[in-house]
């Protein structure tokens, strides 16, 4: 059984950054496509970016490409998200999600469908 747990969010006000965590409990094998979203209030659950636990290649929205960073700490089986010059839009609760390798490899990356686990979520609200 996968267990996420994501940590880090908070208040912050516009242009701050924040780190958040995921602690991927048993997630120890190289064969998971790890990722992140959001979900704003009255918007849709939005992928904004997501790493293959073996290393190698990143996938990020448009809407986040140069300010979100996401990385993985093989060693602690941490995932994080670090987000620079946050904007109000960048309000949301954000979200870490684990599922089949081959998920980062192709287009479907930011489909929350393709997930198969998730963790509580963080708050992240910015003004």
């Known amino acids: 059984q996968v267990q996420l747990v994501e940590s880090g969010g908070g208040s912050v006000q516009p242009g701050g950054s924040l780190r958040l965590s995921c602690a991927t409990r048993?997630?120890?094998?190289?064969?998971?496509?790890m990722a992140w979203f959001r979900r704003a209030p009255e918007k849709k659950r939005e992928g904004v970016a997501a790493?293959?636990?073996?290393?190698?290649?990143?996938n990020y929205a448009a809407s986040v490409k140069g300010r979100f960073t996401i990385s993985r700490d093989k060693a602690n089986n941490m995932l994080y998200l670090q987000i620079d010059t946050l904007k109000p839009e960048d309000t949301a609760e954000y979200y870490c999600?684990?599922?089949?390798?081959?998920?980062?490899?192709?287009?479907?990356?930011?489909?929350?469908?393709?997930?198969?686990?998730w963790g509580q979520g963080t708050q992240v609200t910015v003004s």
């Open positions: 790493t293959w636990s073996g290393g190698g290649s990143t």
């Open positions: 999600a684990a599922g089949v390798a081959r998920i980062c490899g192709g287009g479907r990356w930011s489909l929350g469908g393709e997930y198969n686990y």
């Open positions: 048993t997630v120890a094998s190289d064969n998971y496509c």
